[in-house]
């Protein structure tokens, strides 16, 4: 998705947080959540599970965008 459709994305939702904007929200930056716990898993080494960052990055994902509602 294109920054613009991003941003179009979230203009959307601080209007109207819908169930459906906020998944659509979540599946476009679980890909992201997902490079970033790969690099750190590679840096963390057996110290911490992959499956358990990208859980952790997911949690943080989900904290930003219900923080972004509560800015409003």
Do not use: C
């Not at 979540?26 to 790969?38: F, H, R, T």
């Not at 750190?40 to 859980?55: A, K």
Request: no cysteine.
């Amino acid at each position: 998705m294109k920054s613009t459709e991003k941003e179009k994305l979230w203009d959307e939702y601080r209007k109207k947080p819908t169930q459906a904007l906020r998944e659509q929200l979540i599946i476009e930056y679980s890909q992201l959540v997902k490079l970033v716990a790969g690099r750190l898993s590679m840096y963390l080494g057996h110290n911490v599970e992959y499956d358990d960052l990208v859980s952790y990055g997911i949690f943080g994902e989900l904290t930003r965008i219900e923080n972004e509602i509560a800015r409003l």
